[in-house]
């Protein structure tokens, strides 16, 4: 079998078509295309841990955010700090608050909350990043 990844302007990963090896490959344009062989058991999980890179599958990096706490008094000044995030960062924040999607330019985002409850914090930094999220509970 014969996996070809496509992949966008960005490097990221946005598709596969598999197809028996004597079958010929068509590529989209906008993007490009990388022919793998198989057998690859999880084409998914392997788009989800790999992008392209000046045309070389590039593993992603791990994000190296990281939230002082995971828990905050609901008081409107106790605060959780999430920092070490690459620039060029999209914080999404859902739950009991939320804001989104913004661009992290000083690498850093900083929670409070008035309300008790949950707050989910995802950063996004595709392609070159994987996911990184974190849940804060606000009491």
Known sequence: MIYT???DFTGAMVNYI??????PQAYPSGGGAIVLSGPE???EVFMEQNYVLNGIITTKKTNPASANNTTLTAN???EVTISGIPAGTTALISGVISAGP???TD??????SNTTGVI???LVNAPSYLPWSCTINAV
Do not use: A, F, H, L
């Not at 598999?18 to 079958?23: E, H, I, M, R, T």
């Not at 690498?107 to 409070?112: D, K, L, N, R």
């Open 5 to 7: 990844i496509i992949y």
């Open 18 to 23: 598999s197809c028996p090896v004597d079958v």
């Open 41 to 43: 058991s999880s084409p």
């Open 76 to 78: 409107g000044v106790d």
């Open 102 to 104: 913004e661009t992290i």
């Open 107 to 112: 690498g850093e985002v900083v929670i409070t």
């Open 120 to 122: 989910n914090v995802t």
